[in-house]
Structures are given as C-alpha cells and as structure tokens.
C-alpha cells in the first residue's frame, strides 16, 4: 500500500493582504448589482420579490466577513520537485505540480489588480485538472515567481 503523502510545516508562501481590499471591491459590486435587479423587479412585480433583500443581505454580510480568512488560506510553498499550493477553508485543495510538467506560465492582471499592484500567476500543465492560479501577488513578486517557475521547468524537462 502505498504511503499517504504528508504536507509539509514548512513556510508557505502568502499572497498580499491587498487581495482583500480587490475581494471585497468585486463582492460589493456583485451585491450592487444583484440589488439593483432585485429592486427592479420589484417595482415590476410588486411585491413577491421584496423578500430576497434578506437572503441577500444575509449572503452579503456572511461573504464579507469570510473573505478575509479565505485569502490567508491561500499559499504555495516551492519545494526541490514540485510547487505546491493550497487554497479554501471549508473545501480544502493541495496541488502538487512539478516543475517538469509545467507547459505554461502566465501573469494577469485587471483594472483593479493594476490599481492595488496585483497580479494573478498562472500555470498550466498537460492534464487541465492540475492548472493552478495564484492570484493576489505583488507585481514584482510574480514577475520573479514566473521566471523561476520557467527557468525550473526547464531544467527539469532537460531530463526527460
């Protein structure tokens, strides 16, 4: 059988606090919006739509207030093979990509994410399940992040 893989203590990389301010931006327009149609259809329908202002109130404040603890869950760690990285408080992901595997390497980055320094890292390999975005990264810090993450791909593949 074989053994069950441990995740290491070791030091996980975060993503920058900034990320908060870019979630909670885009969950307040998102909550705008569907206010916005809510109210509309009231006026049209009045009024059986008048009470979804609760469940959207209640979504609204339950979203805000976790939205801080989701982005600390989200980290990566660079180890000797493979990246690790991990995201999620209720429904917890570990992806382990090597560095062989890795096809591309990609930075976005948004209107918002350009005004609070942000970017978005993402790598994909052959098999689509395993392509991983780390969003939330300072500028300078994915720049540096992709020319490893490329510059290990590399060498690893040489081997193939």
Same mark, same amino acid.
């Given at each position: 059988m074989a053994e069950r *893989?441990? =995740?290491p203590d070791g030091d996980w990389q975060r993503v920058s606090? $900034? *990320?908060i301010v870019s979630e909670y931006v885009s969950a307040l327009i998102s909550t705008a919006v569907f206010a916005t149609l809510v #109210? +509309? @259809? #009231? *006026?049209v329908f009045w009024p059986p739509l008048v009470w979804m202002y609760i469940p959207l109130g +209640? %979504? !609204? +404040? %339950? !979203? *805000?207030v976790l939205i801080p603890r989701r982005v600390r869950s989200i980290g990566y760690q =660079? &180890?000797?093979d493979d990246l690790l990285? &991990? &995201? @999620? %408080?209720l429904y917890q992901r570990f992806v382990a990509v090597p560095y062989g595997r890795m096809q591309l390497v990609d930075i976005n980055r948004g209107p918002l994410s350009r005004m609070l320094n942000l970017s978005e890292l993402k790598f994909v390999t052959a098999a689509a399940s395993t392509g991983v975005t780390i969003p939330g990264l300072r500028?300078?810090?994915a720049e540096t992040l $992709?020319?490893?993450l490329v510059a290990l791909a590399e060498t690893r593949r040489a081997g193939l």
């Open positions: *893989l441990e =995740l606090p $900034r *990320l #109210t +509309v @259809g #009231t *006026l +209640v %979504i !609204a +404040v %339950i !979203a *805000l =660079l &180890r000797d990285f &991990r &995201r @999620g %408080i500028e300078a810090d $992709r020319d490893q």
